[in-house]
């Protein structure tokens, strides 16, 4: 089996997080390829919480999620990333923004 990897999505509360870990998990895989990866869920965020510091420590990458309906949503994720890159100084992260639109 391949190096693990560990990948913290995060973004707003009701943005599609969980829907985008449900497609990975249970949709289409590449055959032929045994990789693990561990995928974090985090609560969705709220005005004036932050993401706990923890995961910076250890994710090897990050997904962004905001919903194309929710502009504080789209400010936060930018927030995220100006703090991941702070970390990025000491190790390589890997990142993805990921836009959702909600169901209505």
């Excluded at 693990?4 to 985008?20: H, N, P, Q, R, Y």
């Excluded at 449900?22 to 004036?48: A, F, P, S």
């Excluded at 994710?59 to 504080?72: C, I, K, P, R, T």
């Amino acid at each position: 089996m391949g190096k693990g990897c560990k990948v913290v999505v995060c973004g707003l509360l009701s943005v599609g997080k969980t829907a985008i870990l449900e497609q990975l998990l249970y949709g289409n895989h590449t055959i032929g390829v045994k990789e693990q990866l561990h995928l974090y869920d985090t609560r969705g965020l709220q005005e004036g919480v932050e993401l706990p510091k923890h995961y910076f420590s250890f994710a090897d990458g990050f997904v962004l999620v905001y919903s194309v309906n929710n502009l504080e949503s789209f400010q936060r994720v930018e927030l995220l990333k100006k703090e991941i890159d702070k970390f990025k100084d000491k190790k390589e992260v890997s990142g993805a923004v990921k836009k959702k639109k909600s169901q209505l």
